[in-house]
């Protein structure tokens, strides 16, 4: 399952839609609910193909996601809570979590602008330490996207200004669209790397 969750994760099309879940800055109880509506659909779709797949009722089905959708809710708040050394790899705590929405570590495994991350599990580490994406760190890191902020970190990407700016600006993330929105900063940043011999010129 940890495969699916990653895949938003390693595809660009899917990271320009599923990206507008990690712009968030301020991480709170509502963030696990801030998506966009086609990566809620796609994810949806896999979840319960697995869900057929391996025998679960629908009644069961229900529960199931209500459960969970409960505990992503308090994964995602803005609270300094973990479980302690052992009880961080048996169930996914908010500092858990909160290191997979980190600006960097949360979403780039091989450096700035690379995709990837730590941290995907949804309910249980093991997962995450079975595919050696675990990351217990202590800290409580700045939560969003790199490219989101001002240069010379970022390059000032828009991930949307209410539900429907949020829905469009994703769609054209998904189709490498939306950078056209802000060409000076992107090639601003794009010589500022070639400079550091980050990238190609």
């Not at 963030?31 to 009722?57: Q, T």
């Not at 429907?164 to 950078?179: E, V």
Request: charged share 15%.
């Amino acid at each position: 399952m940890i495969t699916g969750i990653t895949a938003s994760h390693q595809f660009n099309w899917w990271w320009g839609l599923h990206s507008l879940h990690h712009s968030q800055r301020n991480m709170n109880l509502w963030s696990d609910d801030r998506n966009h509506l086609l990566d809620d659909f796609i994810r949806g779709i896999y979840m319960g193909l697995i869900a057929i797949v391996i025998g679960v009722e629908p009644g069961q089905y229900i529960l199931l996601v209500t459960v969970s959708q409960m505990v992503q809710s308090l994964q995602h708040a803005n609270v300094r809570i973990h479980f302690g050394a052992i009880g961080e790899r048996l169930l996914v705590s908010p500092r858990f979590h909160r290191t997979h929405h980190a600006i960097s570590i949360g979403h780039e495994t091989n450096g700035t602008g690379t995709l990837g991350g730590h941290n995907f599990a949804v309910l249980f580490p093991g997962w995450d330490i079975l595919f050696g994406t675990a990351l217990f760190g202590k800290e409580f890191a700045m939560t969003g996207i790199r490219d989101q902020l001002p240069s010379p970190e970022g390059s000032g990407r828009e991930y949307g200004q209410g539900f429907w700016s949020q829905q469009w600006l994703g769609l054209k993330r998904m189709f490498g669209r939306d950078r056209q929105q802000y060409p000076r900063q992107e090639q601003k940043l794009r010589r500022e790397r070639a400079q550091q011999g980050q990238i190609d010129a």
